[in-house]
């Protein structure tokens, strides 16, 4: 299995921040990794695919980069309806596997 | 726009066989694939497998010997059974569509809201 690391596990920032999360892939997967966030007691929330792509009604200020084993995910002014737990999940290969997840956290 | 819904028993005893079955509605089940995934309280996520509207299957391994999935397009329907079940199975259980993209490049979108199963006697 492609195992995915997540860092940092969480974080804490202001509304206005810069907040960027980064994950790793045990092996190269191209540009097969996709980020969700989910809030408390919600499913997860597709933001970003294949890297790079803004998923439609996502707001611009989500985005995502990377490929082959290091990815980033980036919110350029943190709102206060990003504070989340965010992951990142590749589509490499079988199985589907995802990061142990990034909490945002208001400071 | 479409929307999944998951139901079934949130209380299965051990030893048993957890049920569930997602509901699609508002858009085509036809072209898909369809995902459940699972969340234990608290910790991260864990793909359980996949199914194709045609009815053909990948599992995760790790469950692979347990897991059984099926389609019914007729009520644009798809189900994941679950057999010997212990506490370790308690999971929120979320079932999701995959697109079809060409490549193996694929994401979960939309996800259901998800439904709590409790193993326990």
């Known amino acids: 299995d492609i195992q995915m690391t997540q860092s940092p596990s969480s974080l804490s920032a202001s509304v206005g921040d810069r907040v960027t999360i980064t994950c790793r892939a045990s092996?190269?997967?191209?540009?097969?990794l996709n980020w969700y966030h989910q809030k408390p007691g919600k499913a997860p929330k597709l933001l970003i695919y294949?890297?790079?792509s803004l998923q439609s009604g996502v707001p611009s200020r989500f985005s995502g980069s990377g490929s082959g084993t290091d990815f980033s995910l980036t919110i350029s002014s943190l709102q206060p309806e990003d504070f989340a737990t965010y992951y990142c999940q590749q589509s490499y290969s079988t199985p589907r596997t995802f990061g142990q997840g990034t909490k945002v956290e208001i400071k | 726009q479409v929307q999944l819904q998951e139901s079934g028993p949130g209380l299965v005893k051990p030893s048993e066989t957890l049920s569930l079955t997602c509901t699609v509605s508002g858009g085509s089940f036809s072209g898909y694939y369809w995902s459940w995934i699972r969340q234990p309280a608290g910790k991260g996520l864990e793909w359980i497998g996949r199914i194709y509207s045609s009815g053909s299957t990948s599992y995760n391994p790790s469950l692979k010997s347990r897991v059984t999935m099926s389609v019914d397009t007729s009520k644009n329907q798809f189900s994941l059974k679950l057999s010997s079940v212990t506490a370790a199975d308690t999971a929120m259980y979320y079932c999701?569509?995959?697109?079809?993209?060409?490549?193996?490049?694929?994401?979960?979108?939309?996800w259901g809201l998800g439904t709590l199963v409790t193993v326990s006697s």
């Open positions: 294949a890297a790079s």
């Open positions: 999701a569509r995959v697109p079809i993209t060409g490549t193996t490049n694929d994401w979960f979108d939309p």
């Open positions: 092996q190269s997967i191209s540009s097969y």
